[in-house]
């Protein structure tokens, strides 16, 4: 399914465009390629994609998955809030410094806010010029499709989505449509496009994935899946550095974890210190706990560890996503990861599940790995005591 839609993607945006030395490097795979992805938000590392990764970094595992030889970097050069304006003004310093073969650049969602079209078109072209004035080559980008709000009309953001295909044409540039490959999806399924959103103009990382996929058949002309990649190894590191120094930590815990997360770590470090503050869940509605989650940013943990309880009705699905992707978007810091968060699945704490509870894990699951984050869970029909698997998680993600 993700192949097809790339290719109709791909086919409905031909170009006159001549192929991309940056491809022929990557398939000789006899010298270092280098690649710079500038954006705003939506292209740098924040929340809504885990706090550790986001497309750029997706399209390093994807062109090297096509090209095992490569010897490759790619750069992120994402600014949260940044425009067309702003990307011109550190242009220099945030991409052309690193002396790159090939540089894609990915704006709109804020200059649609309050760039004139024509201004936002001439910074493009602009972009281009002093890109491919320094050897690189460029490959623009569209940006996903959203969910409506009054700062940004989706019909305002498809004008500026056209004005970027619209200078790719003139410029004779490859285009990645990213904002063509969301829309098959909506078109397909509007629930499978609403789950590759992290909130209404932030995709998660699955929308990341979609993302990387899209540009590397744009730069390859070749299809790829990321859909198998899993969360980045180490999801305790900030934890488990501090307790290696022998520094106490603070832990933030939902029940059951609030009372098995000390004896676990202290049997990998038996003079850990650990203070634990509980999240309270008992009583507490889905939204309740995405309220709570908000304090989360300012509490200075060490480790947030989420397990919402399976008991809470499913309900609506739009409703669900939208709560308990925000109970995972406020436990994580703004921007790069600072400290650590853990999701556990219900089935963990509570093997037994209703139909009805186990709609809720099954969505729960999906919500988890769009959030690029690590979980903890059980296999079916294990009855190993939850102290014990919890003990041996840790234990198998221990640097």
């Known amino acids: 399914m993700r192949s097809l839609i790339l290719l109709l993607c791909f ?10 030395k940056t491809a022929a490097l990557l398939a000789a795979g006899k010298e270092p390629v280098r690649i710079v992805c500038i954006g705003d938000s939506i292209t740098g590392v924040y929340y809504h994609s885990g706090g550790r990764r986001a497309y750029a970094e997706m399209l390093q595992l994807a062109l090297q998955q096509l ?12 600014i949260s809030g940044d425009t067309t304006t702003g990307g011109l003004k550190r242009l220099e310093r945030d991409v052309l410094a690193h002396k790159p073969h090939l540089v894609t650049i990915m704006f709109g969602m804020n200059d649609l806010v309050g760039t004139p079209v024509d201004i936002f078109k001439k910074n493009l072209r602009e972009m281009i010029t002093r890109c491919q004035k320094s050897g690189a080559e460029v490959v623009l980008c569209t940006q996903n499709s959203i969910i409506e709000t009054p700062r940004r009309p989706p019909a305002r953001l ?27 999806v909506h078109a397909a399924d509007a629930s499978e496009w609403n789950l590759l959103l992290s909130d209404t103009i932030h995709p998660n990382m699955a929308g990341h994935k979609l993302f990387a996929e899209t540009i590397a058949h744009a730069i390859t002309g070749r299809t790829v899946s990321l859909r ?3 969360p980045p190894a180490s999801p305790l590191s900030h934890t488990f550095a501090k307790l290696k120094a022998g520094q106490p930590i603070q832990v933030l815990a939902m029940p059951p974890y609030d009372t098995l997360i000390t004896p676990a770590l202290q049997r990998l470090y038996p003079a850990a210190v650990v203070k634990v503050t509980p999240w309270p869940v008992a009583g507490q509605t889905l939204a309740q706990l995405e309220l709570f989650a908000r304090k989360v940013r300012s509490m200075k943990q060490d480790l947030v560890l989420i397990a919402v309880p399976a008991e809470l009705p499913l309900q609506d699905q739009v409703q669900f996503h939208h709560d308990y992707s925000w109970i995972m978007n406020w436990s994580l810091s703004f921007g790069v990861q600072q400290w650590d968060v853990v999701v556990a699945l219900p089935s963990a704490a509570k093997p037994a599940l209703s139909q009805e509870e186990s709609r809720h894990e099954a969505l729960a699951l999906r919500l988890i790995q769009a959030q690029d984050l690590s979980m903890i869970t059980r296999r079916s029909g294990d009855t190993t005591p939850l102290l014990e698997i919890l003990s041996t998680w840790l234990a198998h993600h221990q640097p």
Not at 67 to 78: D, E, F, M, W
Not at 158 to 184: G, N, P
């Open 11 to 20: 086919c409905a945006n031909l170009l006159p465009a001549a192929p991309l």
């Open 67 to 78: 090209h095992p030889q490569a010897q490759l970097s790619v750069h992120n050069a994402g």
């Open 158 to 184: 498809a004008e500026f989505t056209q004005a970027i295909r619209d200078v790719a044409k003139e410029e004779t540039l490859v285009v990645a449509d990213c904002y063509a490959a969301f829309e098959a």
């Open 228 to 230: 198998e990649v899993g």
